[in-house]
């Protein structure tokens, strides 16, 4: 039951119109969606922190063929935040500073796409912690089935 209810809210969770599902491993899944194309693996935060959530926060491993881009994180934060906010992904005893919109985080490079690719690996959950003037807070994620997720969604873009 519960990973039926997992998939549906990662649907609904996801950008994406067109997906077919690579596969569901604990709090993660993997989609493709052929039309654009792209693969990715995704995960709603298990654990937010401060006030009430303004948004459902979710954290992707997204791969795109056609620009030669694998690896790509984004994360949509459970509020809003202004600027000058900092956001901070800790995984795997790592810290990594993360470019800001208005409610998303992304790395500032594919070097650090996969240090942090790599860092999920082998760690057992990561959080992100944002500060900002009046709207600190932290989404925290579990790790396990993020690998297999992340897996699925590149082998799953190999063939476009």
């Known amino acids: 039951m519960r990973r039926a209810l997992l998939a549906a809210a990662l649907l609904v969770a996801s950008p994406a119109m067109a997906r077919d599902s690579l596969g569901i491993w604990n709090n993660w899944g993997a989609f493709s969606d052929a039309g654009v194309p792209r693969c990715y693996a995704i995960a709603m935060a298990d654990k937010v922190e401060g006030r009430m959530n303004e948004l459902q926060p979710y954290f992707t491993v997204g791969n795109w063929p056609r620009r030669g881009a694998r690896g790509e994180i984004h994360v949509r934060l ?44 082998s760690a057992s959950s990561m959080s992100v912690t944002v500060r900002s003037a009046g709207r600190n807070f932290t989404d925290t994620y579990t790790l396990a089935g993020a690998a297999s997720a992340m897996d699925a969604a590149l082998l799953g873009c190999a063939q476009n």
Do not use: C, E, H
Request: net charge positive.
């Open 78 to 121: 459970s509020r809003k935040i202004g600027p000058g906010a900092t956001v901070t992904l800790s995984v795997g005893g790592q810290r990594f500073s993360l470019v800001a919109g208005a409610a998303d985080a992304w790395s500032a490079d594919r070097r650090m796409d996969a240090a942090v690719v790599a860092a999920m690996r």
